[in-house]
């Protein structure tokens, strides 16, 4: 063979991507080839937002879309910690429960002792890890599977729960830091200047990315397709800041409701932060690497034992910021916090979103786009006044067509060769 030729297996075989035209033929031939990534949640969240503003228009008011973002907030974020754990291949029943625990612990420290919110947030975080600790050690070291596993916490943590809560009391949570998570709104002015940052940061990644592949000789995308995608990402953060600096209060004369939601930038710094741990990372590469043969990485010199202890303290930590969340929007905790549909919506956003039950497939983006799903057919059934067992219906509807569309995708890789 020369060193010129090129070797093509099947028909998701590509080629570098030189122009536009090339680029977009291998895009087509990876999704022929059962790469979907995050393309079914993209598509099935513009059809469910176009749906819900025809039928009704108040959909895309600006209270209602600053509705989505926090209501959609806290289940993304246990969907994030959730990606961990999915991608080796595990599962954490638990994560819905894990969180309202440090939610109890959270209001117990802060509204019953008397704690400063900081001391309040450490104990809830610090609550989080211990419980992603045992979690791991168990699957991990002791060899239970995290199925069963994660099932018995899942009944403990409800029980600790309870216990926190007296048996079913409520304890209210006043102060003003925590209760400004959800409930918080940064100025018009702010936000703007957040999303400059935003998109000048994005912008000088990509083109620190496309500079360092061309200095090593790698194939790059064409500067047109970057560009489209920097400007695209732009066009969607000016519209959605546009939107939310708008005036959202019934009597603006008496209280103004504008400005970003505080709870948006700190979602969207986790995206950030997480997706330069998976993708940028040796930390990151040795989780799909277990994910995608556990066995092969464990003979390359991967402490797997130890990376599926990490996955687990990462997901109970991020289950314990999603509880933190749940906490400062409903401005108390209860013996509900985190139960109910919190687990299942969890899930259902990682998997929505593109990211793999099966191991070794999935990004941090997915969970985003899975929980913006979610909240908009909850949020958009909840406008056409369905009843509750219609919007369960449809929203397990959904997780099964993403499950299916990953299990055909898959199988369609293996078909192909490109997996």
């Not at 000088?204 to 500067?223: F, K």
């Not at 400062?328 to 039950?357: H, K, Q, W």
Request: include cysteine; proline fraction near 3%; glycine fraction near 12%.
């Amino acid at each position: 063979m020369t060193a010129t030729a090129v070797k093509k297996e099947g028909p998701a075989a590509v080629t570098p991507a030189k122009t536009v035209g090339a680029h977009v033929r291998n895009y087509l031939a990876r999704v022929r080839g059962g790469d979907l990534g995050a393309l079914p949640a993209v598509i099935g969240l513009v059809v469910l937002c176009v749906v819900f503003t025809i039928v009704r228009p108040v959909f895309f008011s600006a209270g209602n879309f600053a509705n989505l973002f926090t209501q959609g907030a806290a289940v993304t974020v246990i969907a994030m910690g959730l990606i961990f754990v999915l991608l080796l291949g595990e599962i954490d029943l638990s994560a819905g429960f894990a969180s309202g625990v440090c939610a109890g612990i959270l209001a117990n420290v802060v509204s019953v002792l008397g704690y400063p919110w900081y001391v309040a947030v450490l104990a809830a975080l610090v609550t989080g890890v211990l419980i992603g600790l045992i979690l791991g050690f168990l699957v991990a070291k002791v060899g239970i599977p995290s199925f069963v596993v994660t099932l018995a916490g899942f009944l403990a943590f409800q029980g600790v729960v309870l216990l926190l809560m007296k048996e079913g009391s409520n304890i209210s949570i006043s102060d003003d830091v925590i209760v400004g998570i959800e409930n918080g709104r940064i100025a018009p002015a702010i936000g703007w200047l957040l999303a400059a940052v935003a998109i000048i940061g994005y912008a000088v990644a990509q083109l620190l990315r496309h500079r360092n592949r061309l200095s090593r000789g790698l194939v790059t995308e064409p500067a047109a397709v970057m560009g489209a995608r920097i400007g695209g990402l732009a066009l969607l953060i000016v519209l959605a800041v546009y939107v939310l600096n708008q005036e959202r209060s019934i009597n603006p004369l008496i209280t103004s409701n504008k400005g970003m939601p505080v709870v948006v930038p700190i979602v969207a710094l986790l995206l950030v932060f997480w997706t330069f741990v998976l993708n940028r990372t040796a930390y990151g590469r040795h989780l799909y690497a277990v994910g995608g043969n556990a066995e092969a990485a464990r003979r390359a010199g991967i402490n797997v034992d130890r990376l599926k202890i990490s996955a687990f303290v990462i997901c109970s930590g991020m289950a314990a910021v999603g509880g933190i969340i749940a906490a400062s929007r409903d401005r108390s905790v209860d013996p509900n916090t985190g139960g109910s549909n919190v687990l299942l919506y969890a899930v259902g956003a990682a998997v929505i979103g593109g990211t793999s039950l099966f191991g070794g497939k999935g990004r941090m983006i997915n969970a985003v786009l899975g929980g913006a799903v979610v909240a908009v057919i909850i949020n958009g059934m909840g406008l056409l006044d369905l009843s509750s067992g219609l919007k369960f219906i449809f929203t397990g509807l959904v997780l099964l067509l993403a499950a299916g569309v990953d299990a055909l995708s898959r199988r369609r890789s293996a078909a192909t060769g490109t997996r």
